[in-house]
């Protein structure tokens, strides 16, 4: 027989003993130094430790922070549609996903970006079953600037290593213009000796590169020794190829003579090993909804361009364009509905905008163009354009029609006098205007619209 | 002289009251109270807090606030304003909407920031919101 007394001291004793377990794993969970969270299908936030918490509130611009999916909308604005669309019982949604954040949104509307933020989080989403899912985030802006180091090095490597079976060698000048006929020209691009004296943009689609970034590739290899670019290449005849292209400046060139060649490009077919390559970019940097590019890759392009442009001062544009009322476009045909409305303007943007424009959807119905060598009046020019397009436009969905119309900011920098927050800064506070103003309509940014707004969730999110 | 009773999360000029309140009388409060010191470790810790976060005393005090003890606020919006406030060698006394994870649930909290120039405490207080 057992002492009841005793049972009950055991009972006790066991109750403090998992009390204490019950608080050290508690607190394991309190210090973990990633983010954990479990989330309903729909995103609902069920359960949370203190690093998402760390990492999202900034993020959040009414304080709360209930559903994962509207927490990351400003960022991420793919989320839902990636769950909703994962048709599998259970399983790896994605895995790694970056998330960039220097939005103007981000540090409650617009500030300078805080000591104490990350740039880049990456989140992964595990579905659980029908009902729950896991979402592991952490803040990786270090490692990402490592990879992109290495992604560089990684292509220098590509250039010299990988067979080829024929490859351009082209003099140019200190001004970028070819200046020797040989037969490899020939063989790779069809031009003639005719080519002699153009500028090596001949080899680029149209609008494909402008005046000063040809510049800036032969001051990157002034600077570094090499400047690599992979892209579309066009022949003579039109017809387009994936070419690899470094420049090096030709040591101890005759500096008295303009037309000596100064610089030795070396332009290669690699078409073939381009589908691998383009469907690994693609998945990385491109949104995948509308095709556009992604935050991840409009970022990069952007801080390049605008480092380029602290180095040699020119006017670049950024417009910020906005789905006017688009949540009643969910509302009345549902997210499918507004899918379809963001593919078009997807589609109307690519076709607007120059080639050497970085046309990226950065929001949930945000988009951003970025424009080299362009002016304020120039940008707004074709925004306007734009602006038209959407509105003469309907969209085909379901047996029906979708109208809607955009509203845009823009703002520009002179020189290398803004860098990218001051400028997304400028044409989100545009972009606020334009929707005040009324929508369907373009603003560009003016000194009297950086006077401190309190922003209320009023026209943008609507 | 003040009970600690009668103060409440928004009463003004908290921070000197808080400072003569003892373990007992802080423990009375019916807001969570976290009080660090000038190396940021925890100092003072109350009940009510305790409860919510399903932390005992002993495991927190002594530790580092912001990365040991509550890493949600380790961002600008809270960690950050503390150090700008030590910087500028100025007072700080601001309610802010948070959300914290008591117990790994999204609490929606109200966090009141509180410290001056030249104090050994400086605290940051949590009441529920509805």
């Known amino acids: ?462 | 002289m003040t009970t600690a009773t009668a103060l409440s999360f928004s009463t003004p000029a908290l921070l000197e009251q808080l400072a003569q309140l003892n373990a007992e009388q802080l423990d009375q409060l019916d807001f969570g109270v976290i009080g660090f010191d000038t190396d940021t470790n925890v100092c003072r810790y109350n009940r009510t807090e305790s409860e919510a976060a399903g932390l005992t005393p002993p495991r927190v005090l002594g530790q580092p606030l912001f990365t040991n003890v509550a890493p949600c606020l380790n961002n600008f919006m809270v960690a950050q304003r503390f150090e700008d406030t030590e910087d500028g060698n100025s007072a700080l006394d601001e309610t802010i909407d948070y959300v914290l994870t008591l117990r790994m649930r999204p609490i929606k909290v109200k966090l009141r920031l509180l410290a001056e120039p030249g104090s050994a405490v400086r605290y940051v207080l949590v009441q529920r919101r509805l």
């Open chain 1, 1 to 462: 027989m057992i002492d009841p007394v005793n049972l009950q001291a055991f009972g006790a004793d066991a109750n403090t003993h998992l009390a204490a377990e019950h608080e050290a794993l508690m607190q394991f969970l309190y210090l973990s130094p990633v983010g954990l969270v479990q989330t309903g299908v729909d995103g609902e936030i069920l359960m949370i430790n203190p690093i998402s918490a760390q990492l999202l509130m900034p993020l959040q611009r009414d304080g709360n922070l209930l559903n994962l999916f509207e927490a990351l909308e400003g960022v991420a604005p793919e989320l839902r549609h990636l769950c909703a669309s994962f048709a599998r019982p259970n399983g790896m949604i994605c895995d790694g996903l970056q998330i960039h954040l220097n939005h103007p949104g981000y540090a409650g509307g617009g500030a300078l970006r805080p000591r104490r933020s990350p740039q880049v989080l990456s989140l992964s989403l595990l579905k659980l079953d029908d009902t729950r899912l896991m979402a592991v985030l952490s803040d990786v802006s270090e490692q990402v600037r490592r990879e992109r180091q290495l992604r560089q090095n990684d292509a220098w490597l590509n250039a010299l290593l990988t067979s080829i079976t024929d490859y351009a060698l082209v003099g140019l000048d200190r001004e970028g213009r070819i200046c020797d006929w040989n037969e490899t020209i020939g063989r790779v691009t069809g031009h003639t000796d005719a080519v002699v004296g153009s500028s090596y943009a001949v080899f680029y689609p149209q609008d494909a590169i402008t005046a000063e970034q040809v510049h800036d590739r032969l001051r990157e290899a002034d600077q570094n020794g090499w400047s690599l670019d992979e892209g579309a290449r066009v022949r003579a005849d039109g017809s387009q190829f994936w070419g690899s292209a470094m420049i090096s400046p030709i040591p101890d060139a005759e500096f008295d003579e303009p037309d000596a060649p100064a610089y030795c490009l070396v332009l290669r077919d690699i078409s073939d090993k381009r589908d691998a390559s383009e469907t690994r970019r693609k998945s990385a940097f491109c949104d995948h909804l509308t095709g556009v590019a992604n935050r991840r890759a409009f970022f990069e392009a952007a801080e390049l361009e605008l480092q380029r442009n602290r180095r040699k001062p020119r006017p670049t544009a950024l417009v910020l364009i906005d789905a006017d009322h688009f949540k009643r476009i969910n509302d009345r045909h549902g997210h499918p509905g507004g899918d379809a409305a963001l593919r078009q303007l997807g589609l109307v943007l690519t076709a607007t905008f120059r080639q050497v424009d970085v046309v990226a959807r950065v929001g949930g119905e945000e988009f951003a163009v970025l424009l080299p060598s362009s002016t304020l009046a120039g940008a707004a020019a074709v925004a306007e354009r734009l602006r038209q397009l959407v509105q003469s436009q309907r969209v085909a969905f379901d047996g029906t029609h979708i109208d809607f119309t955009v509203s845009a900011g823009v703002a520009a920098s002179e020189g290398g006098d803004l860098d990218l927050d001051m400028l997304m800064k400028r044409a989100d506070q545009a972009l606020y205007a334009a929707k005040a103003g009324g929508r369907n309509r373009i603003e560009c940014w003016n000194s009297s619209m950086s006077a401190p707004v309190v922003r209320s969730p009023g026209p943008r999110d609507a």
